[in-house]
């Protein structure tokens, strides 16, 4: 698979200009004095389908043929991914069926389906749900759309990387959280056009160091995947993610996922900003490597705010102290 260019990134922006507004990235004096670095938050939590997704959905189905509608898609996801293809679909009248992994956030598989897509559960983890949707997709003839392996998906989420920098041409580095990497991924693609001087940092959670540990080795690995927050949970490296994180990617660090649950908080709190853990990962990479921030001027990607709602009542009631 070819690794998108920043080409297709504007070519993706020309499709997206019409059916997203830019989202608007902000600095909070509290949040950057929290964290010891001149901190600005890119807000993906306010796109329609509370996550960043929707930017390479849109773009992928705006690519496919009407044949191609036709037969529809199948995806796999933990749920923003979902909401991403089922939004886009919905669009496009292309119909979709999303494979998720046994017991999923309740309000996520909800979206999915008021979204008017079908919602199949299967497996203990997203590679369980992956081999099934592979098989759907193969008996269906339809289109199977990975998480991560998509280079349309890629070139669409980039486009928020464009607005980063345009938004800000002074960065010394953005921190991207990880899953499957097509936001990391989509930062190095632009970053190496538009600001080749600028850090690009993912954060995984420790418990699910699948992309991470695949970037340190430079193999593709499978690692257990244990972790709370939906949107990091890839038990396998990506080929083309990894290829170009590979390339462009400054570092990667490990978050716990304690720090992630105290970084929502301090979202909450500091940036008056609800999060999904993911969504507040790059937060918890500050929180947890103060030093490697000291005085530099950071975006955090706020990648999503689908909290459930345990997850949401669990954060509110973190001891005082634990956060400074
Ligand atoms: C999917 C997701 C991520 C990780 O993105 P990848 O492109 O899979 O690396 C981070 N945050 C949220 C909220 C997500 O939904």
């Given at each position: 698979?070819?690794?998108?260019s920043?080409?297709?990134?504007?070519?993706?922006?020309?499709?997206?200009?019409?059916?997203?507004?830019?989202?608007?990235?902000w600095?909070?004096?509290?949040?950057?004095?929290?964290l010891?670095?001149d901190?600005l938050v890119?807000?993906?939590?306010?796109?329609?389908?509370?996550?960043?997704?929707?930017?390479?959905?849109l773009?992928?189905?705006?690519?496919?043929?009407?044949?191609?509608r036709?037969?529809?898609?199948?995806?796999?996801?933990?749920?923003?991914?979902?909401?991403?293809?089922?939004?886009?679909?919905?669009?496009?009248?292309?119909?979709?069926?999303?494979?998720?992994?046994?017991?999923?956030?309740p309000?996520?598989?909800?979206?999915?389906?008021?979204?008017?897509?079908?919602?199949?559960e299967h497996?203990?983890?997203?590679?369980g749900?992956?081999e099934?949707a592979g098989?759907l997709a193969?008996e269906?003839?339809?289109?199977?759309?990975?998480?991560?392996?998509?280079?349309?998906?890629?070139?669409?989420?980039?486009?928020?990387y464009?607005?980063?920098?345009?938004?800000?041409p002074?960065?010394?580095a953005?921190?991207?959280?990880?899953?499957?990497g097509?936001?990391?991924?989509?930062?190095?693609?632009?970053?190496?056009?538009?600001?080749?001087?600028?850090?690009?940092?993912?954060v995984?959670?420790?418990?699910?160091?699948?992309?991470?540990?695949?970037?340190r080795?430079?193999?593709?690995?499978?690692?257990?995947?244990?972790?709370?927050?939906?949107?990091?949970?890839?038990?396998?490296?990506?080929?083309?993610t990894q290829?170009?994180?590979?390339?462009?990617?400054?570092?990667?660090?490990?978050v716990?996922?304690g720090?992630?649950?105290e970084?929502?908080?301090?979202?909450?709190?500091?940036?008056?900003?609800?999060t999904?853990?993911a969504g507040?990962?790059?937060v918890?990479?500050l929180?947890?490597?103060?030093?490697?921030?000291?005085?530099?001027?950071?975006?955090?990607?706020?990648?999503?705010?689908n909290?459930?709602?345990?997850e949401l009542?669990?954060?509110?009631?973190?001891?005082?102290?634990?956060v400074?």
């Amino acid at each position: 698979m070819r690794t998108p260019s920043i080409g297709d990134v504007f070519r993706a922006r020309r499709v997206l200009d019409s059916l997203l507004p830019p989202t608007p990235m902000w600095s909070y004096p509290a949040l950057s004095a929290t964290l010891g670095a001149d901190v600005l938050v890119k807000h993906e939590n306010v796109q329609p389908t509370g996550a960043f997704k929707i930017r390479g959905g849109l773009n992928l189905l705006a690519g496919m043929s009407p044949e191609d509608r036709q037969r529809g898609i199948v995806g796999y996801s933990t749920g923003n991914h979902a909401q991403s293809l089922a939004y886009a679909a919905r669009r496009v009248g292309a119909s979709c069926t999303i494979v998720m992994p046994e017991k999923p956030n309740p309000l996520k598989a909800a979206a999915v389906r008021a979204l008017g897509a079908d919602v199949v559960e299967h497996g203990e983890t997203l590679d369980g749900a992956c081999e099934f949707a592979g098989k759907l997709a193969a008996e269906r003839g339809s289109r199977l759309v990975s998480a991560a392996n998509e280079q349309e998906i890629v070139a669409g989420v980039a486009t928020a990387y464009l607005e980063v920098f345009e938004q800000a041409p002074d960065l010394d580095a953005v921190v991207v959280p990880v899953g499957g990497g097509s936001g990391a991924a989509a930062a190095c693609v632009v970053a190496a056009a538009v600001a080749p001087g600028c850090e690009i940092i993912g954060v995984q959670a420790a418990a699910s160091p699948a992309a991470h540990d695949s970037w340190r080795t430079g193999e593709l690995l499978k690692r257990p995947n244990r972790t709370a927050a939906e949107g990091l949970a890839t038990g396998a490296g990506f080929e083309l993610t990894q290829r170009i994180m590979g390339e462009h990617l400054t570092d990667f660090l490990l978050v716990d996922d304690g720090t992630i649950a105290e970084a929502q908080w301090v979202m909450l709190r500091d940036a008056h900003t609800l999060t999904e853990g993911a969504g507040a990962a790059s937060v918890a990479a500050l929180l947890a490597h103060p030093e490697r921030f000291a005085d530099k001027r950071v975006a955090v990607m706020c990648t999503g705010a689908n909290a459930s709602e345990r997850e949401l009542r669990a954060v509110t009631q973190l001891p005082a102290a634990r956060v400074a």
